[in-house]
């Protein structure tokens, strides 16, 4: 079993519960519903940057829900701690510039500008910038014994444009024929660029390093260094759902293999105690307690080069989240294989975020 950590929306998609390392026999990766990129642009069409409101600086103009004059705006700051149940206004979209915003403030906010929710799939990393602590942990019956791991990924929004991503993880294996190990993973960093900006569609571009701090000789790392650049996309359907996408490689240094990943997420999201984003006076900070969302993903992998070259796995997974106040998400999921060969049986995956 080899342990590349991956319960939580991972940059770095080799599974924990897969059952050889780069130089065994294939692997398996929980990633999301594919969606082809260029689907993506119908959306940007939609941008109306005329009826969006520019956020004045650091303090932004805010109407406080349960006010009684909705119209009267205050002053908040958008960076400080804030009642997370108001709405702050956003910037108009950069669309397809590139020479813009790169060291603009990041005005925070749970929803684009169009007052459609950003919701974490489980799989992929998403297109968006955000300052999210997301934990997870994860029981996995394999093919070749069981597993359980935890893990905690950072995501930081340094600017309107650049984000900093930081995760790692500690797994128990406890593998048929071998001897029972636990320990710490691999450890991934990587930086977020947030390309193109619209009102119904987002594209970002990230480059992480996953780094060998788990013991390959335990099978809890990958024994190397390996470089992992992917494209995410984002994409309003309208009526709260959205379609988020991922393509990538991951490239070893060492072995010089070389694996091809894809994903996607749909998602459906529902506000069971009413409260939904679009009132005026700009869009919601945070997302509203009682909001439900419905995950629906599937991915795979394919390798390019090396021993495994054309081995290919699959997964699918269902899960579902919750908002428990405005700060904290709480969510569950489970995956089975989408294909063969299936070298895992079943996974659950129980987990919270932390918006700040």
């Not at 569609?201 to 788990?214: A, I, R």
Request: include cysteine; aromatic fraction near 10%.
């Amino acid at each position: 079993m080899n342990s590349a950590m991956r319960t939580t929306n991972s940059l770095f998609p080799r599974s924990l519960w897969t059952s050889c390392s780069r130089a065994g026999e294939g692997r398996v990766s929980i990633l999301a519903v594919l969606g082809v990129f260029t689907f993506g642009l119908h959306g940007v069409g939609a941008e109306t940057p005329g009826e969006l409101r520019t956020a004045p600086g650091p303090f932004e103009n805010a109407v406080i829900e349960g006010s009684d004059d909705e119209s009267s705006a205050v002053e908040i700051d958008a960076h400080a701690p804030h009642d997370h149940a108001g709405h702050v206004d956003r910037p108009a979209p950069l669309g397809f510039s590139l020479t813009e915003g790169w060291l603009d403030e990041w005005v925070h906010s749970d929803y684009s500008s169009a007052g459609t929710p950003y919701v974490h799939a489980f799989g992929i990393e998403p297109a968006f910038l955000c300052r999210d602590l997301l934990v997870s942990g994860a029981f996995i019956d394999g093919a070749e014994g069981s597993e359980y791991e935890v893990e905690a990924e950072l995501e930081l929004a340094l600017t309107r444009r650049i984000g900093l991503v930081v995760e790692g993880g500690y797994a128990w294996l406890d593998p048929t024929d071998e001897s029972r190990a636990d320990g710490i993973g691999d450890i991934g960093v990587a930086a977020r660029f947030l390309m193109v900006e619209c009102e119904t569609f987002l594209l970002s571009v990230n480059t992480g390093f996953e780094f060998p701090t788990g013991d390959e000789d335990r099978d809890l790392g990958a024994g190397e260094t390996i470089f992992v650049p992917s494209i995410a996309t984002w994409l309003d359907l309208g009526r709260n759902v959205t379609l988020q996408n991922v393509v990538g490689l991951e490239h070893g240094f060492t072995s010089k293999d070389d694996v091809f990943y894809w994903g996607g997420a749909l998602i459906w999201s529902l506000y069971t105690e009413g409260g939904g984003s679009g009132s005026g006076g700009g869009v919601r900070a945070h997302m509203p307690r009682g909001m439900l969302n419905l995950i629906a993903e599937i991915g795979g992998e394919l390798a390019i080069n090396g021993d495994n070259r054309g081995a290919g796995t699959g997964e699918w997974l269902f899960g579902v989240s919750y908002s428990v106040s405005s700060q904290m998400e709480i969510r569950a999921a489970i995956s089975v294989p989408a294909w063969n060969p299936r070298e895992f049986e079943n996974a659950v995956t129980l987990g919270l975020i932390y918006h700040f």
